[in-house]
């Protein structure tokens, strides 16, 4: 019998390593031929930790599990949530980036092939490169990581910029609060990164890679180590590619607690030994990135989409989304939901369909207040716009951003000058102190919001100014986007600041 | 049970420095090293890894103070995080986390007068949909209400 449970963080969180282990003692002591999986997850997190047990080749679901439940389950006489492929939170869903996560074994690279993997590594090893950065920019994938760039666009620039030396470089600084994609895919299927950057690098004609993996994500930095050293091993990295005469390796580099080292040039700097500070743009990073050599900078679901272009097509990625955002979006649902977790769409899907009808509203029951799209520097949307279509240009054109796509609950208990004041907080503290609105300008935020709180009507406008100057005048997205989620918060909710609602506007 | 472990030597320090030599960017690999042996960065490695980089002490210091994770004394026995950002705040982190620190009897950063434990912020651990999250020293928590997070300080010793 083969027992699935997740080694993800998230299910480590909520007891999986001690379920796994009464599992296997529990076996044991009965003498049953039990073969423990450690999975990736299936994005259902409130079933966590999801037990799957496989019964003539249909995977039943059984979650959230303790210690306790391991004997029923083992006998057969717990109840089961049916097929995990048929709860409805997973069977409603579109899963391209993520088809593989919480099938397989995330170390096995046999089950990884045996389920469509190295396919799309195999075609772009016969491709002529130029051809491999056509197909990508004609899938439509954009930058996952939040500036929705196309990424074709991007490996043509270092493709067409000679060296002798270039790099691929994974963000994975996955920082923003309400986002974990970047981190399950690297916990549930490694492969699909590596082999990604495999691609990535043979486009454009680089033979490094490195990936930038924040220190906050102790489990995905094991798996992807473990995942390099046996793709290593199967001749997947190094010297020659798969036998194809290419060479491409890649290491895992930690970061060290710092969000605004997500910011690509700052990640850069960062990996170069440095402080992780911001550097201006130009020269590009495509031109001149890591140790001054043109570098592809791209996010973890950028690069591990790439394979799934290769395996299928362009054409077939392009045919999902809305508008100039094609494919599929993993919506990371969190905070105060009844169902949160990762879900996998087509481009398209209202706001309010997500929040209400598939993650089934609040934890505790309350109306929803706001929900933050986009992570930290992500705006405040209210119901009144959960009319929002899941889009680039759609949120754009709704005064959001749709950032790496985590959307976090509030309920009406929430006091949204308190999370106004965190956004500036934040700031402040996250803040590399390159540019003087963002240093400078977080700081006198907090005191400024405190003003207002405190009964000072008249600092509304005085805050109204200083994030105009910190939208207009920063250097990279923590100072520029601060205002996003601070100015909504005033916009929707002047009464949690003590305002009346003329005096916010 | 704050360690009065005595100062790493330079016979301890070097090999954890020449180890990272042949990557490309090594201070941050080397950092990291070392804080994992030692459990912070003691003042005696500056100048070793500046003379090992070709850099200043300056710019060693630099990067050792920029980045939140490395710290030049040691941290209390046990290290709790416990996370701030917006997911599990919605959830009620800010209020688990007022009781945990003024359970420890110390800020941000601080450390309980036995040594036990450090407390600090955490933005972020990836744990957003079960949160509110904590992190104690390798083992991550969610789902976390008070009575966890008492037991967890009762256990750190705190």
Redesign the interface.
């Known amino acids: 019998m083969k027992i699935y449970v997740p080694l993800d963080?998230?299910a480590?969180?909520?007891g999986a390593d001690e379920v796994a282990e009464a599992i296997r003692a529990a076996a044991r002591s009965c003498d049953m031929d039990v073969q423990v999986v450690r999975n990736g997850s299936r994005g259902m997190?409130?079933l966590?930790p999801l037990v799957e047990v496989e019964r003539d080749g249909v995977r039943l679901a059984y979650g959230p599990v303790s210690v306790a439940d391991v004997p029923a389950i083992l006998d057969g006489s717990a109840e089961t949530l049916g097929p995990v492929e048929d709860i409805p939170f997973f069977a409603r869903q579109t899963r391209l980036t993520f088809a593989r996560c919480g099938v397989i074994d995330p170390l096995d690279l046999d089950d990884y092939a045996a389920h469509g993997g190295l396919a799309g590594l195999r075609r772009a090893l016969d491709a002529d490169p130029a051809a491999i950065v056509q197909d990508v920019t004609d899938s439509g994938l954009r930058g996952r990581g939040g500036a929705g760039f196309p990424t074709g666009i991007k490996w043509k620039t270092v493709h067409d910029t000679p060296a002798a030396q270039k790099y691929i470089v994974c963000n994975a600084d996955?920082?923003?609060?309400?986002?974990?994609a970047?981190?399950m895919i690297m916990e549930g299927d490694p492969f699909s990164l590596i082999e990604g950057m495999a691609i990535a690098g043979r486009a454009v004609g680089a033979t490094?890679g490195y990936v930038y993996l924040r220190?906050?994500?102790?489990?995905a930095i094991a798996v992807m180590n473990a995942a390099i050293d046996t793709a290593r091993d199967a001749g997947l990295l190094g010297d020659d590619v798969l036998g194809s005469g290419v060479a491409f390796d890649m290491?895992i580099?930690?970061?060290?607690?710092?969000?605004v080292c997500g910011e690509e040039t700052s990640l850069l700097n960062?990996?170069?030994?440095?402080?992780?500070v911001v550097r201006p743009k130009p020269p590009l990073p495509a031109i001149e990135g890591?140790?001054g050599r043109p570098t592809v900078v791209n996010n973890v679901l950028s690069l591990a989409t790439v394979p799934v272009i290769f395996e299928r097509g362009a054409a077939h990625y392009a045919d999902f989304g809305l508008g100039r955002s094609k494919g599929t979006i993993p919506v990371?649902?969190?905070?105060?939901?009844k169902h949160?977790?990762l879900f996998e769409t087509a481009f398209g899907m209202a706001l309010g369909e997500l929040v209400n009808d598939i993650a089934g509203g609040t934890?505790t029951g309350r109306p929803v207040k706001a929900v933050?799209v986009g992570g930290?520097l992500g705006a405040y949307f209210v119901p009144d716009e959960f009319d929002t279509p899941f889009g680039y240009e759609e949120f754009d054109g709704a005064g959001g951003l749709i950032g790496h796509a985590?959307v976090?609950?509030?309920?009406d208990s929430?006091d949204m000058a308190?999370?106004a004041r965190?956004a500036m907080e934040?700031c402040a503290?996250?803040s590399?102190g390159k540019c003087t609105p963002c240093r400078i300008g977080a700081v006198r935020g907090v005191e400024t919001i405190d003003r207002i709180v405190a009964g000072d009507a008249a600092a509304a406008g005085l805050l109204s100014d200083l994030c105009e100057t910190m939208t207009d005048g920063s250097l990279c997205a923590l100072g520029g986007f601060t205002p996003y989620p601070v100015m909504s918060a005033l916009r929707h909710f002047p009464d949690d600041f003590g305002l009346h609602r003329e005096a916010a506007e | 049970m704050r360690q009065h472990l005595p100062q790493p030597s330079a016979g301890d320090i070097q090999p954890l420095i020449d180890r990272h030599l042949a990557q490309e960017g090594p201070l941050l690999p080397i950092l990291h090293s070392v804080q994992d042996a030692f459990g912070h960065v003691p003042e005696a490695a500056v100048p070793m890894i500046a003379e090992a980089l070709n850099i200043t002490a300056a710019e060693v210091h630099g990067v050792l103070s920029f980045y939140h994770d490395f710290r030049d004394v040691p941290a209390g026995h046990h290290v709790v995080k416990i996370c701030r950002a917006e997911a599990c705040q919605a959830m009620g982190g800010a209020a688990l986390a007022d009781a945990a620190l003024a359970r420890a009897g110390v800020a941000w950063h601080g450390t309980s007068a036995n040594g036990a434990v450090t407390i600090e912020p955490v933005y972020c651990l990836g744990l957003c949909a079960c949160g509110p999250a904590a992190m104690v020293d390798d083992r991550l928590v969610g789902r976390m209400d008070a009575a966890q997070i008492d037991a967890i300080l009762t256990e750190a010793g705190a």
Do not use: H
């Not at chain 1, 996955?174 to 974990?180: A, M, P, V």
């Not at chain 1, 580099?253 to 969000?259: E, H, K, N």
């Open positions: 963080s998230a480590k969180a909520l997190v409130w966590e996955e920082g923003d609060s309400g986002t974990f970047d981190r490094r220190s906050e994500y102790p489990v290491e580099r930690v970061g060290a607690g710092a969000y960062s990996m170069e030994g440095k402080r992780g890591f140790m990371q649902i969190a905070g105060n939901v949160g977790g934890a933050q930290p985590g976090v609950v509030f309920d929430t308190q999370m965190l934040f503290v996250e590399c």
